[in-house]
């Protein structure tokens, strides 16, 4: 029933003490079994900061090894002493995505300080607003650079030990890599080519036993993704384009990654699995018009 007295009492009853689901989206990695990555070495780039840090806390909650690389060593040792904190074991060295060989001297570093990796995570990217038109061959190609050629680099770098390991690689794509939106056109296809070669690697690593899948977040708060993306615009837009009406927290899509690169997952392999609240389910138009508003327009 509901409209009675006793329903609205239950319902803000409820609002006060929380019901379960919204509990669960405060603390949703409190629900992992803190056994289940127990044995595991991942490797993350971009691991310092923002949805890469969330899918590290998430894996250092499940017991895993950790190993983060990003371009900044300071940034990368404040995250580190966090996820020790947690009880991980981590190990560290700045390198950037672009260059393959300061990122094999990373992953090198993480197999001699912690052993063979068995969870590789693709998740460094760089992202703005750029009219298709306007914007450089060198800008289009920075964020390819760090997308796409990032993504291979890593999966590239920690294939002898995933082989060994027969483990996992989990690509961050985004929604661009489906869904058109302006200004994005450098963003969608490095995103795009991400996902095929997500796919691309399900097929040629299989019979190694590695498993190649992509996790598209949406808007997830705190991020230095969504404060360049929502910059321009402003928060509620955006909030307001979800569905569900609000932004991820970062450890509700590292959840999912633990998930998606642990045992529960043993037989998924070349599946993108979206966790944007609906997001890529509704037009990119009125996000679209609003960033062409605030940042394009004449008047
Ligand atoms: N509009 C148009 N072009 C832009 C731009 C913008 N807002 N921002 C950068 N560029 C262009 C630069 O002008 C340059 O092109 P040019 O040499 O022809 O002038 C090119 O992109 C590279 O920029 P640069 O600042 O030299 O690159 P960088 O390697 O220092 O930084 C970025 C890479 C641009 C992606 C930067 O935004 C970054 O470091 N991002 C990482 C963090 C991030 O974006 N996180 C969110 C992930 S969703």
Redesign the pocket.
């Given at each position: 029933m509901t409209g009675t007295p006793a329903a609205a009492s239950a319902v803000s009853a409820a609002s006060a003490t929380e019901t379960p689901a919204a509990a669960s989206a405060h603390d949703p990695i409190g629900h992992l079994s803190p056994t289940m990555l127990e044995g595991h070495v991942a490797f993350i780039t971009g691991g310092g900061s923002g949805i890469n840090l969330g899918i590290a806390r998430a894996f250092a909650r499940c017991g895993a090894s950790i190993a983060i690389c990003g371009r900044t060593e300071e940034r990368l040792a404040t995250a580190a002493e966090e996820l020790r904190g947690m009880g991980a074991k981590v190990a560290y060295k700045a390198a950037d995505v672009r260059d393959p060989e300061a990122l094999q001297a990373s992953v090198d570093h993480a197999v001699s300080e912690l052993g063979d990796i068995s969870i590789t995570v693709a998740g460094a990217?760089?992202?703005?607003?750029?009219k298709a038109e306007e914007?450089?061959s060198?800008?289009f190609r920075?964020?390819i650079d760090?997308d796409l050629m990032g993504a291979y680099h890593a999966a590239r770098a920690t294939f002898p030990s995933l082989q060994r390991t027969r483990g996992s690689i989990l690509f961050i794509s985004a929604s661009q890599a489906f869904k058109a939106t302006k200004y994005q056109a450098h963003v969608g296809a490095a995103k795009a080519g991400i996902e095929m070669l997500m796919k691309d690697l399900a097929v040629e690593w299989g019979e190694h036993g590695i498993r190649s899948n992509s996790l598209v977040p949406g808007p997830v708060a705190g991020t230095?993704?969504m404060a360049?993306l929502a910059g321009p615009t402003g928060d509620d837009m955006w909030k307001r384009a979800v569905p569900l009406g609000r932004y991820a927290e970062t450890e509700e899509i590292g959840a999912m990654a633990a998930v998606l690169s642990g045992p529960l997952s043993a037989y998924v392999t070349g599946s993108q699995y979206i966790v944007d609240g609906g997001l890529g389910l509704v037009g990119s138009g009125h996000i679209s018009d609003a960033v062409e508003q605030s940042l394009f327009s004449e008047g």
């Amino acid at each position: 029933m509901t409209g009675t007295p006793a329903a609205a009492s239950a319902v803000s009853a409820a609002s006060a003490t929380e019901t379960p689901a919204a509990a669960s989206a405060h603390d949703p990695i409190g629900h992992l079994s803190p056994t289940m990555l127990e044995g595991h070495v991942a490797f993350i780039t971009g691991g310092g900061s923002g949805i890469n840090l969330g899918i590290a806390r998430a894996f250092a909650r499940c017991g895993a090894s950790i190993a983060i690389c990003g371009r900044t060593e300071e940034r990368l040792a404040t995250a580190a002493e966090e996820l020790r904190g947690m009880g991980a074991k981590v190990a560290y060295k700045a390198a950037d995505v672009r260059d393959p060989e300061a990122l094999q001297a990373s992953v090198d570093h993480a197999v001699s300080e912690l052993g063979d990796i068995s969870i590789t995570v693709a998740g460094a990217a760089g992202n703005f607003f750029a009219k298709a038109e306007e914007m450089s061959s060198n800008a289009f190609r920075t964020v390819i650079d760090i997308d796409l050629m990032g993504a291979y680099h890593a999966a590239r770098a920690t294939f002898p030990s995933l082989q060994r390991t027969r483990g996992s690689i989990l690509f961050i794509s985004a929604s661009q890599a489906f869904k058109a939106t302006k200004y994005q056109a450098h963003v969608g296809a490095a995103k795009a080519g991400i996902e095929m070669l997500m796919k691309d690697l399900a097929v040629e690593w299989g019979e190694h036993g590695i498993r190649s899948n992509s996790l598209v977040p949406g808007p997830v708060a705190g991020t230095e993704g969504m404060a360049r993306l929502a910059g321009p615009t402003g928060d509620d837009m955006w909030k307001r384009a979800v569905p569900l009406g609000r932004y991820a927290e970062t450890e509700e899509i590292g959840a999912m990654a633990a998930v998606l690169s642990g045992p529960l997952s043993a037989y998924v392999t070349g599946s993108q699995y979206i966790v944007d609240g609906g997001l890529g389910l509704v037009g990119s138009g009125h996000i679209s018009d609003a960033v062409e508003q605030s940042l394009f327009s004449e008047g």
